[in-house]
């Protein structure tokens, strides 16, 4: 099974910006596709964006939108979150996940391959 390592959060103010990283350990990442989930404290994990294995499709919740830019590179076998013009309700443990296309975004609760998370706080 593919295995995921998270890098990259911290702590930041509001309204700054941070970089998340995701490295896969199988040969086999780019056929997958890949996503960001959040778990703030107290509330269940939530979806917040996904990319295709071409990296040529992505797709965000709402509430990151024109904030956040997911994307990835296959040689490299990693995929990035790009977060900027952070909010406080953006705190939260972020997981890097794989899996179809169709599990990522249309049944998010099926995905099973996680990574270990890394925490995003964000000052007011």
């Known amino acids: 099974q593919m295995q995921l390592v998270e890098s990259g959060g911290g702590l930041v103010q509001a309204g700054g910006s941070l970089r998340l990283s995701c490295a896969a350990s199988?040969?086999?990442?780019?056929?997958?596709?890949m996503g960001w989930f959040r778990q703030a404290p107290g509330k269940e994990r939530e979806f917040v964006a996904a990319?295709?294995?071409?990296?040529?499709?992505?797709y965000y919740a709402s509430s990151v939108k024109g904030r956040f830019t997911i994307s990835r590179d296959n040689a490299k076998n990693t995929v990035y979150l790009q977060m900027n013009s952070l909010k406080p309700e953006d705190t939260a443990v972020y997981y890097c996940?794989?899996?179809?296309?169709?599990?990522?975004?249309?049944?998010?609760?099926?995905?099973?391959?996680w990574g270990q998370g890394t925490l995003v706080t964000v000052s007011s």
């Open positions: 990319i295709n294995w071409e990296g040529d499709n992505t």
């Open positions: 996940a794989a899996d179809t296309w169709l599990n990522m975004v249309v049944k998010p609760r099926t995905v099973d391959t």
């Open positions: 199988a040969h086999i990442f780019s056929s997958y596709a």
